[in-house]
Nanobody
Framework: QVQLVESGGGLVQAGGSLRLSCAASGSISSVNVMGWYRQAPGKQRELVAT???????NYANSVKGRFTISRDNAKNTVNLQMNGLKPEDTAAYYC??????????WGQGTQVTVSS
């Protein structure tokens, strides 16, 4: 089993910044993908950004140039630096880990609210 604990959400004005962090623990395969997804009320959960264990990144078009994902393999942590936040970024943000066997694990979610 893998446990994911997120932190760093909150309320920020449009144009501001937040940094989300996620710490993974448990049985973690060395080859994995960690990432962030978000879900706004009434909408489906969507990908924000992912990063592989060898550092390859993928971003949703809506956040490219504004968000940066990074990870520390030694600490099993993944971070999401969010700059230039917009009201449409308001959502619950979920940390995800997909292991070598394509099993998905999710954190409990952290709320990000961007006021206009």
């Amino acid at each position: 089993q893998v446990q994911l604990v997120e932190s760093g959400g909150g309320l920020v004005q449009a144009g501001g910044s937040l940094r989300l962090s996620c710490a993974a623990s448990g049985s973690i395969s060395s080859v994995n993908v960690m990432g962030w997804y978000r879900q706004a009320p009434g909408k489906q959960r969507e990908l924000v950004a992912t990063i592989t264990s060898d550092g390859s990144t993928n971003y949703a078009n809506s956040v490219k140039g504004r968000f940066t994902i990074s990870r520390d393999n030694a600490k099993n942590t993944v971070n999401l630096q969010m700059n230039g936040l917009k009201p449409e970024d308001t959502a619950a943000y979920y940390c995800n880990l997909r292991n070598y066997y394509y099993t998905n694990y999710w954190g409990q979610g952290t709320q990000v609210t961007v006021s206009s």
